[in-house]
Nanobody, 116 residues
Framework: QVQLVESGGGLVQAGGSLRLSCAAS????????MAWFRQAPGKAREFVAL?????TYADSVKGRFTISRDNTKSTVFLQMNSLKPEDTAVYFC????????????WGQGTQVTVSA
């Protein structure tokens, strides 16, 4: 089993920055990919960024968000710059094991609110 705990959310004005962290514990050796998703009120959960064999971003955050990973500490970060009100959502960390196509492990989420 793998446990994920996010931190770093909060309230920020448009144009500001936040840095999210996700610490993994348990069988972290089995993790190949860590990713961030978000869910805004009344909307479906959507992909934001992933760090695995490669790094991928959603078009909506390219050039503004940066995902990074510290494998020694089994932690993934999401640096969010130039935040917009439409970035307001609960941000979730997820982990996927080697050879799996599904994200089996999810954190509890951290709220990010961007005011206009």
């Amino acid at each position: 089993q793998v446990q994920l705990v996010e931190s770093g959310g909060g309230l920020v004005q448009a144009g500001g920055s936040l840095r999210l962290s996700c610490a993994a514990s348990g069988r972290t050796v089995s993790i190949a990919t860590m990713a961030w998703f978000r869910q805004a009120p009344g909307k479906a959960r959507e992909f934001v960024a992933l760090s695995g064999p490669s790094i991928t971003y959603a078009d909506s955050v390219k050039g503004r968000f940066t995902i990074s990973r510290d494998n020694t500490k089994s932690t993934v970060f999401l640096q969010m710059n130039s935040l917009k009100p439409e970035d307001t959502a609960v941000y979730f960390c997820a982990a996927r094991q080697r050879g799996s196509v599904e994200y089996a492990y999810w954190g509890q989420g951290t709220q990010v609110t961007v005011s206009a």
